[in-house]
Structures are given as structure tokens and as C-alpha cells.
């Protein structure tokens, strides 16, 4: 069973926050909410987000797994805006999902859940540094080493206590650095690893300016990247490091 009422901007942030990485995925339902968690095909990102029941208008669900069209399923709810309500409901006969919004109706026909890839575990890292910054500081350093090279590497100099974004190009070097005073919390630690442009540019896509995000680092190792929207979105993300040869 699973029968709800989404505001536009909460089931628009749930999804944008899965399809910048994935294709189709696992929608998990429960009493609780929902909640989605997908790889790439790469194995080199992970997005886990989820929406309480609370922050519904109206929901009503049993523990169940939907296989979903991401762009489908986002064409669908684009059809309405900000504002606006999203109702989604199950067909337990036909396994079809119906949504309807503002005198529109879209039935869309789901996945075998079993044809998509299996969703895997959040492992375990103790990770020593971690950085609360805001998105719009995350998202110009990314933009400013997207300038100079492929890759970049993300930094907590312990010693000075600052983070930083570097990159270097062919010809030029880019270097962005948030001071201890300009985070709003970090807790110190010496790490650097470094990270495709690519896959940082499309997590960043989702991840609001205005939000406070948590960035927690190691030495050489995957980046974990958490917010959570206006809307109460609860997103994070985790990145494999590229690993350089010597």
C-alpha cells in the first residue's frame, strides 16, 4: 500500500537528489516515509536521502519497494510547481503508479525491482576532519577548479585550519580556501584526497546554496557529504577517491 500527498518542492528535492547520480532506482516506502538509496553504475557515488511521513500532507504506506523511472517519474511531478500538491498512489493489481497534480493524472508503469541494481550499505568510516560550510562556499570552489582540471583535491590543512579546494591544470593551478572563522563549525584533522570534477559538479547540482552542509574527510579516502533541504530533505552523499599512483 501507498497512498500520499507530497508538497511540489519536497518530492522534487527527494528525487533531484537521486537522479544526479542514477537513472532508476529503489523507492523504499514504510510508515515512517520515504527513502531512497542508489550507487552509479561506476561504483564511485552514493546518494541516500529520504523523507519523513511528517513532513507529508497526507501518507499512508506499508514496507514496500517500488522500482522507479527517475526521469519518468520527475517528468510527471514537473507537472506541476512550486506550490502545488502531488498526490501518488499505488495500484496494487496493475504494480502502476498513478500521479495527479493540479487536474492532471500520469500513470507510470514501474520497474522490477529485482532489475535494478541492489542498493548498497553505508559503510562505516571514521573519518578525522569534518567541515560545516555553506553550500554556496562548496559549490564555488567546485566551480573554480571545474576552470583548470578533471580533478581536484579536498583538504583539511590541520596546522592552519582552514579547508581548501585545489585543483591543477595543464597550465594553470586553482587553490580556494575557507578560513577556520568563515566555517560554521569544523572539527580538526589532517586530510586530502582527491575527487573527480565531474561527479562533484552533478552532486553539487542538487545540494542548495543556502543549505549548511557537513563535509567529512580522510586521508585517500571517500568524501561524505550531508544536508538536508528546506523542503526536510535529508541527503547524503559519498564520493571514492581517485586514487593517484606513484
Do not use: W
Request: with cysteine; charged share 30%; net charge negative.
Amino acid at each position: 500500500m501507498f497512498n500520499a500527498t507530497i508538497e511540489y518542492e519536497k518530492i522534487s528535492d527527494l528525487l533531484d537528489s537521486i537522479d544526479v547520480l542514477v537513472d532508476e532506482c529503489k523507492l523504499q516506502t514504510s510508515e515512517n516515509g520515504l527513502a531512497i538509496r542508489a550507487v552509479d553504475p561506476a561504483n564511485v557515488g552514493m546518494a541516500d536521502a529520504s523523507l519523513h511521513a511528517s513532513e507529508c500532507k497526507e501518507f499512508e504506506a506499508s514496507d514496500g519497494v517500488l522500482g522507479i523511472d527517475l526521469d519518468k517519474l520527475t517528468n510527471s511531478v514537473e507537472m506541476g510547481s512550486q506550490g502545488d500538491l502531488i498526490h501518488l498512489e499505488l495500484d496494487q493489481e496493475t504494480r502502476k503508479l498513478t500521479i495527479k497534480v493540479d487536474g492532471l493524472s500520469y500513470t507510470l508503469a514501474l520497474i522490477d525491482p529485482d532489475s535494478i541494481r541492489e542498493e548498497p550499505d553505508i559503510p562505516e568510516l571514521d573519518l578525522p576532519a569534518e567541515v560545516t560550510i555553506e553550500g554556496s562556499q562548496l559549490n564555488r570552489g567546485i566551480q573554480a577548479a571545474d576552470m583548470v582540471g578533471d580533478h581536484t583535491t579536498l583538504l583539511f590543512n590541520d596546522e592552519a585550519e582552514e579547508f581548501e579546494i585545489n585543483a591543477e591544470g595543464d597550465t594553470d593551478d586553482v587553490d580556494y580556501t575557507v578560513k577556520s572563522d568563515e566555517m560554521i563549525d569544523y572539527t580538526a584533522g589532517e586530510a586530502k584526497s582527491l575527487f573527480s570534477i565531474e561527479y562533484l559538479k552533478s552532486i553539487n547540482k542538487a545540494i542548495p546554496k543556502t543549505a549548511e552542509i557537513v563535509i567529512e574527510l580522510g586521508e585517500s579516502f571517500p568524501i561524505k557529504i550531508h544536508f538536508a533541504t528546506d523542503s526536510g530533505v535529508d541527503v547524503t552523499y559519498m564520493l571514492a577517491p581517485r586514487i593517484q599512483s606513484d
